[in-house]
Nanobody, 115 residues
């Protein structure tokens, strides 16, 4: 079983930066992909970025060039570096681990970008 804990959210002004962390524990060897998703009030959850076991990355068009996903294998942690933040980036950000038997979600962390 895999457990995920996100951290790093907060309040930032437009143009600022935040780095989110997703710390994994448990059966981390079973993780194939780590995704970041976000959900703003009244909106559906949307994909933000992913990193695969092999290190490949993908981004939503809305965050390309501004967000970077990376990982530290020694710390079992995936990061989401968010630069040039916009008010429309305001949402609860959650990480999601995809394993052979299904997906696991963290509890989420709030990111609020003020204009």
């Amino acid at each position: 079983q895999v457990q995920l804990v996100e951290s790093g959210g907060g309040l930032v002004q437009a143009g600022g930066s935040l780095r989110l962390s997703c710390a994994a524990s448990g059966s981390i060897f079973s993780i194939n992909i780590i995704n970041w998703y976000r959900q703003a009030p009244g909106n559906q959850r949307e994909f933000v970025a992913r990193i695969t076991r092999g290190g490949s990355t993908n981004y939503a068009d809305s965050v390309k060039g501004r967000f970077t996903i990376s990982r530290d294998n020694a710390k079992n942690t995936v990061y989401l570096q968010m630069n040039s933040l916009k008010p429309e980036d305001t949402a609860v950000y959650s990480c999601n681990a995809m394993t052979a038997i299904g997906g696991i979600w963290g509890q989420g962390t709030q990111v609020t970008v003020s204009s």
